[in-house]
């Protein structure tokens, strides 16, 4: 299976900051990579695939890039609902496999 | 609007079994793929199982394959999973989730609320 590893595990941030979490894969995946906010309690919600797109209705703050092995999703301006768990998502082979998770809490 | 609506959950001592359903709706169903995908408590995603829009492809994560059965019945926009010989380690939230496509590309959309099972003695 391809390993997702993601970094920070979890990081703290202000309201408005700029936040970047990072994503490497242990093989080439293309752009195959996703994102995916889960906040405490509640279900799981798709953010961006391909890399660096968008789902319908996802915030514009949000954005993510890569390519291959190693991929960053970005929060501008971050907002209050934005603090939750994000995971990265590989879905070039099976068995699809998430990163472990990166917790951004209020500073 | 999407909507998946995941049942069945519960307490079940180890070597049990359990079903689980997930009933869609708000989309057309039957020409999605659809996967579940467990949460351990406090612990992160894992990819259980899938099966293609007509039930010609069906894949199982190596911890439960001959275990669990994934199925569909696409005239019911429902979604099943038969979890047999069940493990304490299968204690987790179960989600069902949408497909993108039609096959099993793994690109997930739309997820549903989660079913906790909860397997102890």
């Known amino acids: 299976d391809i390993q997702m590893t993601q970094s920070p595990s979890s990081l703290s941030a202000s309201v408005g900051d700029r936040v970047t979490i990072t994503c490497r894969a242990s093989q080439g995946i293309n752009n195959y990579l996703a994102w995916i906010q889960q906040k405490p309690g509640r279900a799981p919600k798709s953010l961006i695939y391909g890399a660096s797109r968008l789902h319908s209705g996802v915030p514009s703050r949000f954005s993510g890039s890569g390519s291959g092995t190693d991929f960053t999703l970005t929060i501008t301006n971050l907002r209050a609902e934005d603090f939750a768990t994000y995971y990265c998502q590989q879905y070039s082979a099976y068995s699809w496999t998430f990163g472990q998770g990166t917790k951004v809490e209020i500073k | 609007e999407v909507q998946l609506v995941e049942s069945g959950g519960g307490l079940v001592q180890p070597g049990g079994s359990l079903r689980l359903s997930c009933a869609a709706s708000g989309f057309s169903f039957g020409t999605s793929a659809m996967h579940w995908v467990r949460q351990a408590p406090g612990k992160g995603l894992d990819f259980v199982a899938d099966?293609?829009?007509?039930?010609?492809?069906?894949n199982y994560a190596d911890s439960v394959r001959g275990r669990f059965t994934i199925s569909r019945d696409n005239s019911k926009n429902t979604l099943y999973l038969q979890m047999s010989s069940l493990r304490v380690e299968d204690t987790a939230v179960y989600y069902c989730?949408?497909?993108?496509?039609?096959?099993?590309?793994?690109?997930?959309?739309?997820w549903g609320q989660g079913t906790l099972v909860t397997v102890s003695s």
């Open positions: 099966i293609g829009s007509e039930e010609t492809s069906i």
């Open positions: 989730v949408k497909d993108f496509a039609p096959y099993n590309s793994g690109l997930f959309d739309y």
